[in-house]
């Protein structure tokens, strides 16, 4: 039974580059949520996404970045236009209903981004 | 505005002791708090959680106590093992939040053998 998976592990990128980042949630999940952790500190949240739609976004820049959980595939977390800020580790988490009470996320290993 | 904060930024401890993790919260308002742990190079991983109605949880050699008066929540793990060296969060969920969950900065536990 798989866990969450996230590719790639490590993204290096060069300012003014795209990353994509990829999420496959765990079997039966339809919940998926974004987070960023920056070196010796806490994850922050970004966006939560359930199938085809964007529940909350309040934690994503307003711009160069964007999230999507199509139908069918992965989640993706796209970052246009990389700048060196952006170089962190990015998290993916999945759960089979809403996040909450007694209803844990369930997260990948991350995707580790480096802007040269 | 929310915050989730740990008292302290890095605990060693002997192997065998018992540890004791610290976190203050500010949203009075939190509904479920939870505890992850996290090696180097790995995901968060739920250790427990307790409402916001409750006072302690235990689980398998980990307790956590809630203190809604002065906003503070505890991790307990007993009998430390080399094995439980690693990062710990506190995180919270505000139910009109259902879905974003607010972490601290982490402790870095460091056990010695």
């Known amino acids: 039974n798989a866990g969450v998976m996230q590719n790639p592990r490590h993204l290096v990128r060069r300012r003014g580059q795209e990353a994509r980042l990829r999420c496959s949630p765990m079997k039966g999940h339809s919940h998926v949520y974004w987070y960023r952790q920056l070196p010796e500190e806490g994850l922050k949240f970004m966006v939560y996404l359930q199938k085809e739609n964007i529940i909350d976004e309040s934690g994503m820049p307003k711009e160069r970045f964007s999230a999507e959980f199509p139908k069918e595939g992965p989640s993706i977390l796209r970052i246009q236009q990389v700048v060196r800020g952006d170089s962190a580790a990015y998290f993916c988490?999945?759960?089979?209903?809403?996040?909450?009470?007694?209803?844990?996320?369930?997260f990948g290993d991350g995707t580790r981004l480096s802007i040269l | 505005g929310e915050s989730v904060g740990l008292h302290l930024p890095t605990l060693s401890v002997q192997e065998g002791d018992n540890s004791i993790i610290n976190c203050a919260y500010s949203n009075s308002a939190s509904d479920y708090f939870i505890w992850y742990k996290q090696e180097s190079g790995k995901g968060p991983q739920f250790i427990i959680d307790?409402?916001?109605?409750?006072d302690k949880r235990q689980g398998q050699r980990v307790t956590v106590l809630l203190n809604k008066t002065v906003k503070h929540l505890s991790l307990q793990i007993a009998a430390t093992q080399p094995g439980d060296s690693a990062v710990y969060f506190c995180a919270e969920i505000h139910n009109t939040n259902a879905g974003k969950s607010t972490f601290g900065d982490g402790t870095t536990l460091t056990v010695k053998p």
């Open positions: 988490a999945s759960s089979p209903t809403v996040h909450g009470a007694e209803q844990p996320q369930h």
């Open positions: 307790i409402r916001s109605n409750m």
